[in-house]
């Protein structure tokens, strides 16, 4: 996957995980913290859900913990989709 | 909802076992055990006193835990009598707080009464509506408390403040006892209804916020002192994924049962004496 497509798939697990916040997924870009986008830990433990769901990947509990920026999220899921195998 | 003779039985066991272990290898005298005579005012920071006093704020609000503890718990022996041990341990918290704030010079004693009567202007409710709600909420806070009072406790070994050492592994041993008590609480209600217990952890974890929150006066601008508070990303890590295995779940589980259940239940309001805006912490 390439970095917009991530992107894309963050705004869009953020606007699932919390609908209130629709317009600042909108707006989520590779800089800047979590905690600056509004993303609280709690939402980023259900963004990482659906994106698992998704991508047909499980991240590993202590990896999504060290998440605090959107550069690393996006850098986790390309480690996870990358190394993954298709047969 | 009335708890079957089983639940009582086991909550009867799980209490009698944490008071064993607590009157014989816990309890602490905050005037004996405390090294006060250790008290070195050279090694004052107004950081040391903003987390100690932040961490003192909350632990006055002990009159409000347990007399809401024990609406909650009275019909449970096990779980009612948790909650006195409960309150007279964090009360000894509070004292210990209260002491060091003074003897170490930090605040005079006007200044501590100053603080302690805007605490008291205010009132602690229940952030949740059941027995089983607060049980999952206790597990959370204790969790996050231990881990800030370890962070605390480590701090105080690599400065060579002997007194604040004592005070915080006294404090942080306490804590992560009643951690477990209430992991144990939650392994019960897992056996009896698994569902909705999940679904109710779910909920507090969804809606957790720190006691202190809307109650500690000037908490955002405490939260800013390093150590007052936990980040999320440790929360996360050290306090709510062990939680999770601890009981028998994991993260994958937790946010379908999030998904499923969400905010359907609403949050019970804090009662303040001002309107406070509420934040999450970290």
């Known amino acids: ?87 | 909802m009335p708890a079957n003779l089983t639940h009582r039985e086991k909550m009867y066991r799980a209490y009698m076992e944490f008071f064993d272990v607590a009157e014989r290898k816990r309890r602490w005298h905050p005037f004996n055990d405390i090294p006060w005579d250790k008290l070195d005012p050279s090694q004052n920071t107004e950081e040391k006193a903003i987390c100690a006093e932040t961490f003192c704020g909350v632990e006055l609000y002990v009159p409000d835990y347990t007399a809401n503890g024990f609406n909650l718990t009275r019909p449970i022996f096990g779980h009612a009598w948790f909650q006195a041990n409960w309150g007279y341990e964090e009360s000894k918290h509070g004292l210990t707080f209260r002491e060091y704030l003074v003897r170490s010079g930090l605040r005079t004693e006007e200044q501590y009464a100053e603080f302690e009567q805007k605490i008291f202007a205010k009132v602690w409710n229940l952030p949740f509506h059941t027995r089983r709600q607060m049980s999952c909420y206790g597990a959370l806070q204790e969790s996050a408390t231990f881990l800030i009072y370890r962070v605390q406790l480590e701090k105080a070994r690599q400065e060579g403040d002997e007194v604040l050492e004592k005070i915080y592994s006294y404090i942080s041993r306490d804590e992560a006892a009643h951690m477990g008590f209430y992991i144990k609480v939650i392994q019960f209600e897992m056996e009896e209804d698994r569902e909705g217990t999940l679904a109710d952890l779910a909920h507090v974890i969804y809606h957790f916020e720190m006691p202190g929150v809307g109650l500690i006066p000037e908490y955002e601008e405490r939260l800013a002192v390093e150590g007052v508070g936990i980040i999320s990303q440790q929360f996360l890590q050290k306090g709510i994924f062990p939680l999770l295995k601890a009981v028998g779940t994991s993260r994958r589980e937790m946010v379908r049962t999030l998904h499923q259940k969400k905010s359907k239940v609403p949050k019970v309001e804090a009662l303040s004496l001002e309107q406070v805006p509420l934040t999450v912490v970290g």
Not at chain 1, 37 to 59: C, N, P, R, T
Not at chain 1, 61 to 81: C, H, P
């Open chain 1, 1 to 87: 996957m390439t970095e917009p497509e991530i992107l894309n798939l963050l705004k869009e697990a953020f606007a699932f995980a919390a609908p209130e916040e629709a317009e600042a997924a909108e707006n989520l870009t590779l800089e800047g913290t979590l905690d600056q986008f509004g993303v609280s830990s709690i939402v980023a433990f259900e963004m990482a859900g659906y994106i698992e769901d998704k991508l047909d990947i499980q991240f590993a509990d202590d990896e999504l913990a060290q998440i605090s920026t959107i550069k690393g999220f996006v850098n986790l899921i390309r480690q996870y989709t990358d190394t993954k195998v298709v047969v």
